[in-house]
């Protein structure tokens, strides 16, 4: 049986669904959690949208329906999966398992990868420090993209980018970003602070789907 990365959080949900995830406490949304603790659909060999990312992917306050992923998956008549991690600090490098074990699917699937945080850094199995270190961070996330480059050569994928703080990233890399988002702002939400809202998911997918048409 394959190994997957998944916060100790997510995992303790597996197969639950639950009202309120993380720093959503607004009763309104339900959360469903599939085997693995992922908030997403099982997997299953069918062509499928696939979602790296943090919270922004995994849907943080928003309805399942309204995740960029979703949409994109239904309106491109593909299955959905979402491996995102949610609310719970992790860096880049944590996805790389869970990237691993679905480029072995057989699948013509469409990966959506989204990068974020550069300088969060794991340093335990429980503990993500953000040090701070710029040209740390850089030479990092080059690493990490290099790998992802080469785990998804053969495979038809899209990459974002969002970031509260302003990295000078390599030209060879930010011209590959299919969206570069400097800020976590939304202007549908009331306090116009973060990107978890509607507004960006529907701006992604419509992004995403021009790509595709």
């Not at 639950?16 to 009763?27: C, K, R």
């Not at 994109?72 to 691993?100: M, P, T």
């Amino acid at each position: 049986m394959e190994n997957w990365f998944v916060s100790n959080t997510m995992g303790s949900l597996a197969g639950q669904e639950v009202i309120n995830f993380g720093y959503d406490q607004s009763n309104n949304i339900t959360y469903k959690f599939n085997s693995l603790g992922f908030r997403s659909p099982e997997q299953y060999n069918r062509d499928s949208v696939i979602v790296i990312g943090n919270s922004i992917s995994f849907g943080i306050g928003i309805a399942e329906a309204d995740i960029y992923g979703y949409q994109v998956a239904k309106q491109a008549g593909l299955g959905y999966i979402n491996c995102s991690l949610g609310c719970y600090f992790h860096e880049n490098y944590d996805h790389l398992l869970n990237l691993k074990n679905l480029t072995k699917r057989t699948t013509n699937d469409l990966f959506l990868i989204q990068f974020n945080n550069l300088d969060r850094q794991r340093i335990g199995s429980e503990k993500v420090i953000s040090p701070g270190n710029k040209i740390q961070a850089v030479n990092k996330f080059i690493d990490y993209f290099t790998q992802v480059e080469q785990l998804l050569w053969n495979k038809q994928k899209f990459y974002f980018y969002w970031d509260n703080v302003d990295h000078i990233l390599p030209p060879e890399i930010k011209n590959k970003l299919l969206i570069h988002n400097k800020f976590h702002l939304d202007a549908s939400l009331p306090n116009n602070t973060d990107t978890f809202g509607i507004k960006s998911h529907l701006t992604i997918s419509k992004v995403v789907l021009s790509k595709l048409a």
